[in-house]
């Protein structure tokens, strides 16, 4: 753990894709719409192909596509043109903050860049988190002192602090990034200033000054896809803030249902066939577990890995959400659990810079001990990490590990 730059994958399968496609071009002054429905996709079972899966960052997987595919509406973005999702657009009050503004009243952040098991004995064993802490303004946090850190665990769980070393990530270089926005309808309740898009147009606006030119960015929104849910606005482009309008009109566009697998695994996807940058990442948030996805969430995983993205997942209000952690983790990104809306603002201030690399950030090791199982081998453990600041902020970093 530490580098979370994933190496270029050097097998290839072959990728046999059979797409009837059908155009519908909408054109009026403000943008051009075209929706792709591929209506027979050949999978590889059915040519009797052998698909070998290797379980590594590193391994190459040809999965096999759903057999109804949905519809994917991409809203193509011209820097000079304002493009809404509708025909009016719903402003989001108060968003005037910029990269590197105030953001003095926003609360810290923190989130797991990765967790290895160590060993384990019996009922004990030790273990890594890696984690990394952003103040309000998106800036890490250093300098931490060993009792900052405390674990809150279930009553059969005992932890014991180990380790605090300070550490840097490796420099990743230019990226591709897709911001994948859930709007499902609970947003309407977990989000209802809609924060999650302020701190969307923060990481937006970032990409422009801190990229050199070099770093470039799509948006979409899901929700149920044969609602017309999965929308893409593209295509990828350096010039973030192009987003504001079309992020300003999500505030206005909530629908049913959380197809969160089949979302990043097509937007996995689009990474591949049309950004440029070989360090892509997929960044995604949600306030819910997958309620209708075709694919299930070991297909999007391995399909990332077998492609070099890496995954950065923002959860809101879920509590630990072990799918995310694991698909995270799986492919070197990174995890964030929120429990305020409030607390986005500060870590996508810090997504441009973790997503580069070259980050501080934390390693820390720690003892645990189950005194009612008989073994931790096998067994998955989970656990809350808690950190507190000067000034009596604290922050909470959920995670899990398990021992082999």
Known sequence: ??????????????????????FIMILNSSR??????????????ALGLVVLS??????????????????????VVHPDTTVHGKDTTVHIPDTTIHPGGPLSAAPVSAGVLGVKAIASLGNAGDFEV?????????????????????????????FTPGNLVA?????????????????????????????????AKIFLDGIS???????????????????????????????????????????????????????????VDSLVQQSHNLNKVLIVFTDGED????????????????????????????????????????????????????????YFGSLSKQVHGGESYYKTTWHVKVPNAYTLSGQTVTGTMKIAIAGNKTVNAPFAVTFP
């Open 167 to 199: 550490a840097t990530s490796a420099v990743c270089g230019p990226f591709s990034a897709e911001l994948l926005l859930d709007q499902s309808n609970s947003m309407a309740t977990n989000d209802p200033l809609n924060l999650r898009l302020k701190a």
């Open 209 to 267: 000054l801190l990229g050199g030119g070099k770093d470039e960015v799509q948006v979409s929104q899901f929700y149920d896809i044969y609602e017309g849910g999965l929308q893409t606005f593209g295509p990828f482009t350096t010039n973030g803030d192009s987003f504001d309008p079309a992020v300003d009109n999500l505030a206005g566009n909530l629908g049913p249902g959380t197809p969160l697998y089949d979302a990043m695994y097509y937007m």
């Open 54 to 75: 290797v379980m590594s960052v590193s391994s190459c997987r040809k999965l096999v596509q759903p057999t109804a595919p949905p519809v994917v509406d991409t809203v």
């Open 1 to 22: 753990m530490g580098s979370y730059c994933v190496k270029q994958c050097e097998c290839r399968f072959p990728v046999i894709h059979v797409f009837i496609l059908h």
């Open 32 to 45: 051009i719409r075209m929706v792709i429905r591929p209506s027979n996709i050949i999978s590889a079972a």
């Open 291 to 346: 309620n209708e996805s075709q694919f299930g969430l070991w297909d999007a995983i391995n399909y990332a890995k077998y492609n070099n993205v890496k995954v950065f997942a923002i959860a809101l209000k879920t509590g630990i959400n072990l799918p995310l952690i694991s698909t995270a983790l799986s492919t070197g990104g990174s995890v964030m659990h929120a429990d305020d809306a409030s607390q986005l603002s500060s």
């Open 130 to 158: 890696d984690l990394f802490v952003a103040d309000a303004d998106g800036k890490p946090v250093l300098n931490l002192p060993p009792g900052a850190l405390s674990m809150l665990g279930g009553l059969d769980t005992l």
